[in-house]
């Protein structure tokens, strides 16, 4: 039976990555979890990792006291310990240093069998990992992918601040959504019926009137019953609207976004692109601008069976990405049925609409538009979608108080990480995703 140790007053005086050589003869103390052990017998080699990396600890029957090196012993992979020790060179372990422990707290044991391998060597299927995501974390791809997500959303932040955006929070909570009633959750508020926000689209609308550049960074909820590799319940919408502009000036907006993001990835990231085997693409502004229309065309031409006016389906995109060679690129001008009603229709060509949708090959990104201005439009246009302008009252009200013409867009962070890591399922790059048939963890 092994105690289990408090933390006491020990308190981490190194992280792995600052354990080097020259440091040989320092006593440090440091924590965190056996990622590796082997027990030689009399000499035992433990790898320890904390959120910096890893670093060797090596126990020998002669440089370590009995109670210790047995204590070692006793450790299994994942366990949580503090150690005390000196900081040694030895040319053999990684980095040319190790440590030789004095003291050893056990403050915590994994419990074996786990449930999958947590060095990596051994592989397991997505949905095991998914059932163990914390203990899948602790390998070095996952871990790597989040970094780099981090870093993808502060350079996000930084670009729309910089640019005059204000950051906006909005209703989670809402009593009519914006994005289709299919995939709307209910939610009791106390005697009334409510619903998760499926974006923030027509709260950033209004606040154009306010702010006039405002951008959100959240969580959206979809009821989407499909189970896909780029759908999930919650997801992570960044979303910009801007007074006194038009869905050309918001597509530059994501132009230049895209391309500050990779260079923050270039400049800040490329040890961790390294783990991942990632080549960022290269991208050359301005990307390329097809029209809905030109996009019906190139289908067509290549046998696909598609109608002016329809929503292009999950083959038909496929079938874009295998057409289109570049990576990233724009679809334009959509038919306004297809669209949702705050999006404006072109005043010479109403049956189009000022609409587009950031595309990642075969994967939409992004969409956005003009929205509608005029009050006595947005009426009609939520009646000409079977939808009654009077649950959109508190909404229609603010056009009443000098409506900016105004545009912006949603971009799914969630898939705009897929795409730059180019993952294959969006849930490998969402801590814990929710889906169809996962509620859990
Ligand atoms: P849309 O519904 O196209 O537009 O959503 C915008 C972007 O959000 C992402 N997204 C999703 N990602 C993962 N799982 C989902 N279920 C999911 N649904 C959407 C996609 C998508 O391109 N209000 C408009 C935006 C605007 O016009 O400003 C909107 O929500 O990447």
Redesign the pocket.
Known sequence: MVDIESLGDWRRTHYSDMITPSLRGTEVTIFGWIQDLRDLGNIIFVTLRDKEGLVQITATSKNTDAETFAKIKSLGRQSTVGIKGLIAERSEAPKGVELIPKEVRILNLAVPPLPLDPTGRVPAEIDVRLDARVLDLRRPEPQTIFRIRHEVLAGIRKFLSEKGYLEIHTPRIIAAG??GGA?LFTVEYFDEKAYLA????LY?EELTSVFEKVFEIGI?F?A?ESHTR????E?I?V???EAFVEARDVMVLQEELLVSILNRLTTRCQEQLEVLQVKLPNVHLPLVRYSYSEVIDQLKQNDFKVEWGEDLSTPAYRALGDLHKEVFYFITEWPTKVR?F??KPKAERPEICD?F??MYEW???????SRVDSKQQLTKRLEDQGLNPESFDFHLSTYDYGMPPHA?????L???VMALLRREN?RDVVLFPRDRLRLKP
């Open positions: 914006a994005e995939t499926q974006s923030p689209e950033k959206f979809r989407e780029r759908h999930l319940n997801f919408s979303d910009v609207e949702p705050y999006i609409a949708d950031f994967i939409e990104i992004t969409s956005g538009g912006g867009w949603g971009m799914g969630d898939r705009f969006i």
